[in-house]
């Protein structure tokens, strides 16, 4: 499997850091670039034809987050971020929502061999 490198393999000091959005939503990536400002450049899948849709069985945001970050970064080399902020409800039951996650990890991904 060919993977897609997001970033420069040896970046210059002027270059700023990427992140991949795990995320198709172009509105969320311009929100993300928003909360993180100009010393980082902010992508997303709209920009990588090869990347597949990953599906979100997880029973969390957590889990459904790290499900597409985990899904994307196959594909790609560099830093892939995702979130799942997703839709609460209850259900006829009351039974509790699946609870969000504030802050789920973001990991470097590291170079596929």
Known sequence: METENIQSAKPSKL???????????RHKTKEIQTMLGEGVVVTDATQ?????EVEET????????R?????ISRHVSGLVLADDSGLEGRS???????MPVPDAP????????
């Open 15 to 25: 270059e700023k850091p990427e992140i991949l959005l795990a995320t198709r939503n």
């Open 92 to 98: 006829r039951e009351s039974t509790p929502p699946a």
């Open 106 to 113: 973001m990991r470097r991904i590291q170079p596929l061999s």
């Open 48 to 52: 990588y034809e090869h990347l597949p």
């Open 58 to 65: 997880g029973v969390t945001f957590e889990e459904n987050s």
């Open 67 to 71: 499900l597409k970050a985990e899904g």
